[in-house]
């Protein structure tokens, strides 16, 4: 599919700031009968509108080809879930509403603290797996994909929401517009949507471009997403920098009629983007500079410990995992194997490199020299997991933003 325009304002004047080759899609692991199946694979290039400077891929995946069946459980996240929990409980104390939805809830990692506290809720998501989770756990699910028809269904029938959630998944909708005036539906006229999403700031400067894959269609500053919700009746009102994700943003939005004017918060994180250049084509330039170094550093310590006889094994199998992976073209003679939390995952492959996935005690059955941390961004909870690979020597190894072997 040719990249026709900004799917935001229409511009078609997108500049290129990094093009990652082709990958295949992040989350799709592939299970053992499926390694002599032809597996398809989408280019994967970040290119910025130098109208509204909405960083984009084009839609070459349908979120329905993705989404249907996920492998992605958030509850496997222990800090994860402690960020929903406190974010839960300061939102309700504070706002006191009667009705909360959730939007892309996932496996009711967030509303789950909402049914403890007996506060009426809804999670809308889309993969028909994990919402069964969700259910299961007494967490009030529908399956479905919001637009603006869902939006108002779900009002009809249960009324507007005081507090509407949209964790990570701003970024995963193609049709921004549509799904602004979905959120628009669903909340009450004086009510709050929250939305986190990354920061495209924090991901430039930190290198973080493994999270920039097939899932994740446009990457946001605060100048974007602002106008990202007016394009669908809302408005910014304050904003929120969170360490989540390697530097993520929560947006407090409201509807139009209903905000004067934005924080002093606001104004900030936009002075902060335009000091960085985020406004100008100069800020992209040197991005794809420091992306090929990131690839370098990690293949010459693989290539370097693998001739020194020491082996290393992956810690995770996140999306963004497999961007770096496919990226830097690492396979399982540099990595034999990485592991992960996620029962799901157990047994299959990881999507284009094929490096297999094992259950977390493998690594001390194996003890290998290196451990190599794929999810960074849980850098803190991870390092205190894996705190036994010292008892015999092992280190752990942190690609971004800069290859790090922590002592």
């Not at 496997?76 to 006191?96: G, K, M, Q």
């Not at 994990?130 to 939006?151: H, I, N, S, W, Y």
């Not at 009102?237 to 407090?252: C, F, K, M, Q, Y």
């Not at 020491?310 to 496919?326: D, E, I, R």
Request: negative net charge.
């Amino acid at each position: 599919m040719p990249v026709k325009g900004c799917r935001l304002c229409g511009s078609t004047e997108l500049a290129s700031v990094v093009d990652l080759g082709a990958t295949p899609p992040c989350e799709l692991f592939l299970t053992r009968e499926q390694l002599d199946e032809p597996e398809p694979t989408y280019p994967l290039h970040l290119r910025v509108c130098t109208s509204c400077w909405l960083a984009q891929i084009p839609p070459l995946i349908r979120p329905e080809d993705t989404f249907t069946e996920y492998a992605y459980f958030s509850s496997y996240s222990t800090s994860w879930v402690e960020h929903a929990r406190r974010f839960t409980d300061d939102a309700l104390d504070r706002l006191a509403p009667d009705f909360v939805v959730e939007v892309a809830s996932n496996d009711g990692y967030l509303l789950q603290h909402v049914v403890a506290r007996g506060v009426r809720c809804l999670g809308v998501e889309p993969s028909e797996n994990v919402g069964r989770a969700a259910r299961e756990k007494g967490v009030p699910t529908l399956t479905a994909f919001l637009d603006p028809q869902t939006g108002a269904a779900i009002r009809a029938e249960h009324g507007p929401a005081g507090l509407v959630v949209a964790n990570n998944v701003y970024a995963h909708i193609p049709d921004i517009v549509g799904f602004t005036k979905g959120l628009r539906a669903l909340v009450a006229d004086d009510g709050w949507v929250s939305i986190e999403v990354q920061h495209l700031l924090t991901l430039m400067e930190l290198n973080q471009y493994d999270t920039i894959y097939h899932e994740h269609f446009q990457y946001y500053t605060v100048a974007s997403a602002m106008r990202a919700l007016e394009s669908g009746g809302l408005a910014l009102a304050d904003v929120e920098l969170l360490p989540t994700h390697g530097g993520s943003i929560r947006l407090w939005a409201r509807p139009a009629e209903a905000v004067s004017g934005h924080s002093r918060r606001v104004a900030d994180v936009l002075d902060m983007e335009k000091s960085a250049g985020l406004r100008e084509l100069g800020g992209y330039a040197r991005f794809g500079e420091r992306v090929a170094r990131v690839r370098r550093d990690l293949l010459r310590f693989l290539i370097d410990a693998a001739d020194e006889g020491k082996t290393v094994v992956g810690y995770g199998a996140p999306g963004k995992g497999n961007t770096l992976l496919n990226h830097c073209g690492i396979r399982p003679d540099l990595l034999p194997y990485t592991v992960d939390r996620n029962p799901y995952k157990h047994g299959r492959f990881t999507p284009g490199t094929r490096i297999p996935v094992l259950p977390p005690e493998r690594i001390a059955a194996d003890r290998p020299d290196y451990v190599l941390v794929l999810p960074w961004n849980l850098r803190a909870e991870l390092t205190e997991q894996l705190a036994y690979v010292r008892e015999w020597g092992g280190r752990l190894v942190f690609p971004i933003p800069s290859l790090e072997v922590a002592p």
